[in-house]
């Protein structure tokens, strides 16, 4: 990933959190896309899955 790539994670990851309204049915989507954007980040998504996540079942 590169340097460019990882800050405009970084910036959806921050947007997404600031439009958080603490309510937990609004914020779920908001949330999951947060959760699999920070898996890309730290490398623990698949890319080539169809499946976000095998472990948490994402």
Do not use: Y
């Amino acid at each position: 990933m590169t340097t460019e790539q990882q800050t405009a994670i970084e910036q959806e990851i921050a947007q997404l959190k600031s439009s958080l309204t603490g309510n937990m049915f609004q914020d779920m989507d908001a949330r999951d896309r947060i959760h699999n954007l920070e898996m890309q980040l730290k490398g623990i998504k698949p890319v080539d899955s169809h499946f976000d996540c095998v472990g948490c079942g994402s």
